[in-house]
């Protein structure tokens, strides 16, 4: 019903960049929401951004804010997630996730019940 499929993952030095990309298709109704968050071994999942589509409003972790940037382009069903100043401890799996409510969104992994596959970020 809903597909999430995430790319743009990688290798990179601190201080470097990378964008995430998360491509949607929803079968018969719009996705309001969707985030990203990020898992590293022996730590809990982490909300790290996510944007209502509807209406562009961007929520931030305050460990990411001023260094990630969420953005949607609507034509291509795709939201990214622009990560700069990249640090050691961004290194996680990254996901993208949807949160159907109708007029909701933020950070609370609880409220997003699908998910893609994960893309790895590897900062050293």
């Known amino acids: 019903h809903v597909q999430l499929v995430e790319s743009g993952g990688g290798s990179v030095q601190a201080g470097g960049s990378l964008r995430l990309a998360c491509v949607a298709s929803?079968?018969?109704?719009?996705?309001?929401?969707i985030g990203w968050f990020r898992q590293a071994p022996g730590k809990e999942r982490e909300g790290v951004a996510a944007i209502y589509t509807g209406g562009g409003v961007t929520y931030y972790a305050d460990s990411v804010q001023g260094r990630f940037t969420i953005s949607q382009d609507n034509a291509k069903n795709t939201v990214y997630l622009q990560m700069n100043s990249l640090k050691p401890e961004d290194t996680a799996m990254y996901y993208c996730?949807?949160?159907?409510?109708?007029?909701?969104?933020?950070?609370?992994?609880?409220?997003?019940?699908?998910w893609g596959q994960g893309t790895q970020v590897t900062v050293s």
């Open positions: 929803v079968d018969a109704y719009r996705v309001n929401c």
């Open positions: 996730a949807a949160d159907r409510r109708v007029s909701s969104c933020g950070l609370t992994n609880g409220d997003f019940g699908y």
